[in-house]
């Protein structure tokens, strides 16, 4: 997994949830990815003291034909990362 986060804005999308916008780190399609605020919260539970922005997991949901799209895959070019988000949003 590779760290993306600079390349991503994050903003409030409705209730519990963010959208993330940015290119994919893969493919470099515009990518809009709703974040699940309460994912986020589970995720940070394991790690109360932790003061660092929370990390989630995110896959590329692209639209594209991709021609070394991993077997399975649907959708996306099959790229993942993590993106932090602030604290202030989670
Ligand atoms: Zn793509
Ligand atoms: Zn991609």
């Not at 959208?19 to 986020?40: D, F, K, N, Y």
């Not at 919260?41 to 594209?64: I, K, Q, Y």
């Amino acid at each position: 997994m590779q760290h993306v986060a600079d390349h991503f804005e994050l903003r409030p999308y409705g209730k519990g949830l963010l959208l993330a916008r940015g290119p994919c780190p893969r493919c470099a399609a515009p990518l809009e990815i709703p974040v699940v605020l309460t994912t986020v919260r589970l995720l940070s539970w394991r790690a109360p003291a932790r003061t660092d922005p929370f990390e989630v997991p995110m896959a590329c949901n692209c639209n594209e034909d991709h021609d070394h799209r991993p077997a399975g895959v649907s959708e996306g070019c099959g790229a993942f990362w993590l993106l932090g988000v602030p604290a202030e949003l989670a």
